[in-house]
């Protein structure tokens, strides 16, 4: 099992472009959700889903936004990308939100 | 809404115990959990702890929780340099979808 991948690893953007990042695992999870990390304030939760088709938002889903047509896939939009975005993007994975979750390498996003 | 707090760093001698320590506000919160981050890494579970206990051992970790204070902690002991990482607490409860990271604490272990 390769896990919970994520790509990019690396991305830099220009203020306004948008992008997609790529989250999927194949461990037939139903939960997966996105975070952000900064310093100082901890991971914190952008959306959530609890199955194909569900989608919810976190604490900070301002600016981005989320689609769970599979199982497996999770992606995450930037639409018009502020450097208030810089930040490392994980992807998580787990049977319920109460079960273990898996982690993904992250991604790191740089907003210029 | 829900809130985590952690203390932000700690700093202990190799072979000390080390405790993090870590608040949250919702009352409603049912399974708490300990995760590690090493550097340039994602998140891995150390433990878990339901709200119907007090304590959980499991070899150099023990996880106290007092639900009345609404604190969790995490003590490690004999801790070595390789337990040197960024510490994060996470609740949620039986009656919600949402998983809730704290801050993080940055443990550093020194010779």
């Known amino acids: 099992n390769a896990g919970v991948t994520q790509t990019p690893k690396f991305q830099v953007l220009k203020t306004g472009q948008s992008m997609t990042l790529q989250c999927a695992q194949d461990?037939?999870?139903?939960?997966m959700s996105w975070y952000r990390q900064d310093p100082g304030m901890g991971l914190r939760l952008i959306h959530y889903s609890v199955g194909a088709g569900i989608t919810d938002q976190g604490e900070v889903p301002n600016g981005y936004n989320v689609s769970r047509s599979t199982t497996e896939d999770f992606p995450l939009r930037l639409l018009s990308a502020a450097p208030s975005q810089t930040s490392v993007y994980f992807c998580?994975?787990?049977?319920?939100?109460?079960?273990?979750?898996?982690f993904g390498p992250g991604t790191r996003l740089t907003v210029l | 809404g829900e809130d985590v707090e952690q203390s932000l760093f700690l700093s202990v001698r190799e072979g000390d115990s080390s405790v993090i320590n870590c608040t949250y506000t919702d009352s409603s919160s049912t399974y708490l959990y300990w995760y590690k981050q090493e550097p340039g890494a994602g998140l891995q579970l150390l433990t878990y702890?339901?709200?119907?206990?007090d304590m959980k051992q499991d070899q150099r970790l023990t996880v106290l929780l007092n639900k009345k204070d609404k604190h969790l902690s995490l003590r490690i002991a004999d801790t070595q340099t390789g337990d040197s990482a960024i510490y994060f607490c996470a609740e949620t409860a039986f009656n919600t979808d949402k998983l809730i990271f704290g801050t993080g604490t940055r443990l550093q272990v020194f010779p």
């Open positions: 461990m037939n999870h139903e939960y």
């Open positions: 702890i339901f709200s119907n206990m």
């Open positions: 998580a994975s787990g049977p319920r939100p109460r079960n273990e979750q898996f």
